[in-house]
């Protein structure tokens, strides 16, 4: 059964397929390649296409299936974000100052992925080093939201959950630091899931904000990225921040009944979306309710802090690990007669406006005398938002929010309007903040068309629990397919 379909087809499907010889692993990564030439020239959500490194990939992967060594995706094509170290293939961040970069390590995941035979189609588009919202801004172009091409995809991961969104790849991988995969996969309509702090070996991963960064899966459906998560988690000595997981197995909980469940709702995150929002989310309460969870609301009165939290030690960590991309260590030489010179032209040329930022508040958030004002009350913030969550968990087992307080907006909206632009974070960065596990489905869409994502946020290391209840949601909720397609 190899019919144009196959782009539709869920990673256990195609584990099947290739199991049982309906279709081989160079058939099936040719399918996709091909999917990919006729649409990213539209969408450009892959700044890097390694086609011929994913037939090789591909043969490898037939021989273990020829073999009977098979994981669940040994021969399954997929896409990983470019901040994430591949040996060889171009890791480019989506900036001017990595442009040609070419690592010569893979990360861990990566290790990992090969090893068991996945097939690595390319390195997808993103924001300059994962900072925005909108996957406008990167040094290889715009990507287009495969929902609607008037439409910003979202970001930084834009260019994975719109290759996941219009069927170019079986699933992505991708980086959350403040919603970094929740956003543009509530954006394009598919599903998302930022793991828990210390889940997934970030070795290789090139740091934003390592206390908050974290590598997780965008896909088609829950039970898809419970796969992926699956496929990337492992203890790595390599990563000191790295914790046990107590849960292997994250599809654990897919189709497990959800009586007794106990949901807490914030009602701060319901008031300030939109109608449209806050109706699917609603539905989704009740979907819930019905099948027999109790829904009680929750309050989190030390929201109101996150986002300024989250820009100030997010932007200070960033200045700290972006000081490596000086033209010498890391990153395009610029011109300059003396070393200072030299390094001034490679940063000033190499970063893009928003990186610029970034460094320029992080080094004034950490500079002496406003360090105190700044960067410690923020982690105060941030200790205090970590505590007020965990202690919603303690009675609830897991809260379900908007993902974002609106659907994906059109082009040209947030990117000329900096503090809209942040404000747009406001919900996703809670979850980075307290190193929970999110993960983001969607329930619905507004009178556009466009998708709504409904956000689960669950108890650390229990991603299993809302992987298990997003699947519920999603066998009961009827997707449209994007308009690329
Ligand atoms: N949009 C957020 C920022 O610009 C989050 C980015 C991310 O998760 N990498 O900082």
């Known amino acids: 059964m190899v019919g144009e379909e196959l782009f539709r087809a869920s990673i256990g499907k195609l584990r099947r397929l290739l199991d049982q010889r309906e279709i081989s692993a160079p058939e099936l990564a040719e399918y996709f390649l091909d999917r990919m030439q006729r649409h990213n020239g539209t969408l450009n959500c892959y700044i890097t296409v390694t086609e011929e490194q994913a037939m090789e990939m591909a043969r490898r992967a037939q021989r273990k299936i020829d073999q009977g060594d098979v994981r669940i995706w040994t021969g399954i094509p997929l896409s990983v974000k470019d901040n994430i170290s591949t040996k060889g293939i171009k890791t480019t961040c989506g900036s001017r100052m990595l442009e040609s970069y070419v690592p010569v390590y893979d990360a861990t995941i990566i290790s990992k992925l090969r090893r068991y035979g996945a097939v690595l189609l390319g390195k997808t588009n993103m924001d300059p080093f994962g900072m925005g919202n909108t996957c406008r801004t990167s040094h290889f172009g715009p990507v287009q939201n495969p929902v609607s091409s008037g439409r910003i995809p979202g970001g930084s991961s834009g260019g994975a959950a719109a290759c996941v969104a219009a069927g170019l790849c079986a699933g992505a991988l991708a980086s959350d630091t403040g919603g970094s995969i929740r956003q543009p996969a509530a954006f394009c309509g598919v599903t998302g899931l930022k793991p828990t702090y210390g889940t997934v070996p970030r070795y290789g991963l090139i ?223 809670l979850a980075n903040l307290s190193g929970l596990p999110a993960v983001t489905t969607p329930c619905g869409y507004d009178g556009d068309g466009l998708p709504i994502g409904l956000s689960l946020t669950g108890r650390a290391f229990d991603e299993a629990s809302i992987l298990g209840a997003a699947a519920a949601f999603e066998a009961q909720f009827t997707r449209r397919e994007a308009a690329a397609l």
């Open 207 to 429: 740091a934003f904000a390592s206390s908050l960064d974290q590598i997780g899966p965008i896909a088609a459906s829950a039970e898809d990225c419970g796969y992926l998560l699956d496929a990337i988690t492992d203890y790595d000595p390599n990563d000191s921040t790295m914790r046990q997981p107590n849960c292997y197995g994250y599809t654990g909980k897919v189709g497990a009944s959800l009586k007794g469940i106990k949901i807490g709702v914030p009602a701060v995150l319901l008031e300030k979306a939109e109608p449209a929002v806050q109706a699917a989310v609603l539905d989704a309460v009740e979907f819930y309710k019905d099948a027999g969870c109790e829904c009680v609301p929750v309050s989190l009165p030390g929201r109101s802090y996150a986002l300024s939290a989250y820009y100030i030690i997010s932007s200070a960590e960033a200045a700290s690990n972006l000081s490596r991309f000086d033209g010498i260590r890391f990153g395009s030489r610029g011109e300059g007669e003396t070393c200072t010179e030299q390094m001034k032209s490679s940063r000033g040329n190499g970063f893009e406006p928003e990186v610029k930022r970034r460094i320029l508040l992080g080094n004034y958030v950490l500079s002496a005398g406003y360090r105190e004002e700044y960067y410690q009350k923020a982690t105060a913030a941030r200790n205090r938002i970590k505590a007020e969550l965990e202690n919603a968990l303690q009675a609830c087992d897991f809260l379900l929010s908007p993902t974002l307080p609106f659907t994906a907006p059109r082009v040209g909206v947030l990117e000329g309007d900096l503090i809209r632009r942040y404000e747009a974070d406001a919900y996703t960065v």
